[in-house]
T-cell receptor, first 119, second 111 residues
Framework: SAVISQKPSRDICQRGTSLTIQCQVD?????MFWYRQQPGQSLTLIAT?????????ESGFVIDKFPISRPNLTFSTLTVSNMSPEDSSIYLC????????????????FGSGTQLSVL | TQLLEQSPQFLSIQEGENLTVYCNSS?????LQWYRQEPGEGPVLLVT?????EVKKLKRLTFQFGDARKDSSLHITAAQTGDTGLYLC???????????FGTGTRLLVSP
């Protein structure tokens, strides 16, 4: 299992500012994932953070808006830039782990999320 | 684009009732997972099913993977207030690395 610490747990920000969310894992992991969960909605993958290379972004998400750092195998940051009210969401950090044999049994461990409100 | 549609979206029941949540797709998945998320927390894995027709039981929760591996269901017997939360199915396709999450079912169990 993996223990993930995410901070801040919540923040209220002004339009046009930026917020950096930190994610610390208690073990070394190859890939870390950043998800967005809009109010009352499911999870949407923003990007995969790879150590030593640029993050891989999903369709609809760009590096200028959501820059990601991955300086080592236990830490990553996600920045939400030039925020607008539409960015109000829960942002979740996640890492993969295997609960049994085989790739299909990979599971995700999640941090407790960052609740962001943009005024 | 792979989509996982869950139904119902919302469910409000009394303690002791039974319920079933469905997760449907037109795509085939090599495995399917169910997560539960409580307010202020990240999702937590409940189960993984990998074989078509597979049934897994976790105390009062029964999970089934469809024969064609396109759909799944979660049945809760005698629901308790502690079952309240957001239930998410998530599928992994053959050849893809990442999980696709379903649309979610929000369950409220009242005493």
């Amino acid at each position: 299992s993996a223990v993930i610490s995410q901070k801040p747990s919540r923040d209220i920000c002004q339009r046009g500012t930026s917020l950096t969310i930190q994610c610390q894992v208690d073990s070394q992991v190859t890939m870390m994932f950043w998800y967005r969960q809009q109010p009352g909605q499911s999870l949407t993958l923003i990007a995969t953070a790879n150590q030593g290379s640029e993050a891989t972004y999903e369709s609809g998400f760009v590096i200028d808006k959501f820059p990601i750092s991955r300086p080592n195998l236990t830490f990553s940051t996600l920045t939400v830039s030039n925020m607008s009210p539409e960015d109000s969401s829960i942002y979740l950090c996640s890492v993969g782990g295997v609960e049994g044999a085989g790739r299909r049994n990979e599971k995700l461990f999640f941090g407790s999320g960052t609740q962001l409100s943009v005024l | 684009t792979q989509l996982l549609e869950q139904s119902p979206q919302f469910l409000s029941i009394q303690e002791g009732e039974n319920l079933t949540v469905y997760c449907n797709s037109s795509s085939v998945f090599s495995s399917l997972q169910w997560y539960r998320q409580e307010p202020g927390e990240g999702p937590v894995l409940l189960v993984t099913v990998v074989t078509g027709g597979e049934v897994k039981k976790l105390k009062r929760l029964t999970f089934q993977f469809g024969d064609a591996r396109k759909d799944s269901s979660l049945h809760i017997t005698a629901a308790q207030t502690g079952d309240t939360g957001l239930y998410l199915c998530a599928g992994r396709s053959t050849g893809f690395q990442k999980l696709v999450f379903g649309t979610g079912t929000r369950l409220l169990v009242s005493p």
